[in-house]
């Protein structure tokens, strides 16, 4: 089964209109090959080039503007190139820059790689716009129901308003997307031996190739431990110097090796929000994975699910152009927390707290949304069947909560 993917709009609409490149960036396995291969089909014309191909890395090595003249054009319509992991090619900017120049009809052109593309983006390059930047995320419970992502302007009038129509079959996906994970294989495939050895095949792939890719570093082993090491870090404030001492190095290197985690999408941390909050933490993050199938402790997977879906939301928004979204948390010295605050230009718009079993509001939600004058709170929680309004506060189950974001 092929589910259509919630950026097939936005990539349409905002590049392809116009003739811009798209490119797409975003974990290993969450689909986008299926994505470019899906867009490919529906064109009279066009081509698919993956990196790994010896063919193509020479064809893209002598002639690459042979990718386009090849692929069609003319009376069959405009052509969809896409290319696949071209960002481990030396000089691929400069090369694509000189492709899309000297076009000599018009084409489509989509970019994927399962590293940030931003990574490889610095340096003397003069591709600014001629392009945008989409981040795809894995399956999350709203897409598996609707391809096209809810806009954010209505977010908290649909939420005070139980716009949704709650069916049975929310609770059934919501289910098998906490069992197995948001990544599309394992949830579309449904069985639990199966889940394990993709599981296992990806982390290894994306820190022994992807990994080594980026960084060119020989201490991959040790990476390897820290990814073992971070699922029961879930949730909590990450403690670099707890991490250092296990594994036997500095504080820096530890520090290094994360971001590395976070650039190749393995993991993505959270900055608490400390405007107008009193005696707010301000440096501390707090860690998650995107495949939140790797952590055992329901709790802290519930807590991760929760982020992955806000965190798709903020980045849909963002990267198709309704303004600056982004995804913190709340937490002052006195250890009270909120566990997510989305903020809008850097304005809070949704506080969400995820219990997995607790329906009460949590104490702490009156002080953090009177000090953010955020407009509503939102208590997910793992308990079915809920749904609880008290002003601006909100208590409702995840499998009806979670369909009103991206």
């Known amino acids: 089964m092929k589910l259509r993917r919630y950026l097939e709009k936005s990539v349409r609409d905002l590049c392809f209109a116009d003739h811009k490149m798209a490119f797409m960036s975003g974990p290993r396995q969450c689909g986008k090959t299926t994505f470019a291969k899906m867009m490919l089909n529906e064109r009279a014309s066009g081509s698919y080039y993956n990196w790994d191909d010896v063919e193509f890395r020479k064809l893209w090595t002598l002639h690459p503007r042979q990718t386009i003249r090849q692929s069609g054009g003319g009376t069959k319509g405009i052509p969809l190139i896409a290319y696949d992991e071209i960002h481990k090619a030396r000089g691929w900017k400069s090369t694509l820059k000189g492709i899309y120049d000297t076009r000599e009809n018009p084409v489509d052109i989509l970019v994927t790689g399962s590293a940030r593309l931003n990574v490889f983006m610095k340096g003397g390059d003069s591709l600014v716009g001629r392009y945008y930047h989409f981040r795809m995320h894995p399956f999350s419970l709203g897409e598996l129901f ?103 190095v500095s504080h820096e290197t530890v520090r290094r090796w994360i971001d590395y985690l976070k650039a190749l999408y393995y993991a993505f941390e959270i900055k608490p929000y400390f405007r107008s909050v009193a005696r707010s933490l301000r440096k501390e993050g707090k860690i998650y994975l995107w495949d939140f199938s790797e952590i055992n402790n329901p709790g802290p997977r519930f807590e991760n699910c929760i982020a992955a879906h806000l965190l798709k939301s903020c980045d849909f928004w963002t990267d198709a152009g309704f303004g600056s979204f982004d995804l913190h948390y709340l937490r002052n010295k006195e250890k009270q927390e909120i566990d997510f605050l989305i903020t809008h230009d850097a304005k809070p718009l949704l506080a969400v707290e995820a219990k997995l079993n607790d329906t009460s509001p949590s104490p702490h939600w009156e002080k953090f949304l009177r000090q953010t004058a955020c407009p509503c709170g939102l208590q997910i929680v793992g308990v079915p069947g809920v749904w609880k309004k008290d002003g601006p506060l909100i208590t409702a189950s995840a499998e009806e909560a979670l369909l009103y974001f991206a």
């Open 146 to 248: 609707r391809p096209a992502p809810p806009e954010p302007g209505s977010l908290i009038a649909r939420l005070m308003n139980r716009s949704m129509q709650k069916k049975p079959e929310h609770h059934e996906r919501y289910a098998a997307l906490f069992k197995f994970g948001a990544f599309p294989e394992p949830l579309l495939a449904q069985n639990e031996k199966k889940a394990r050895l993709w599981r296992a095949t990806r982390i290894e792939r994306v820190i022994r190739e992807d990994l080594r890719d980026l960084s060119r570093i020989p201490e991959l082993s040790r990476i390897e431990m820290l990814s073992a090491l971070l699922p029961d870090r879930v949730g909590s404030p990450l403690s670099v110097n707890s991490l250092k001492d296990d594994l036997e």
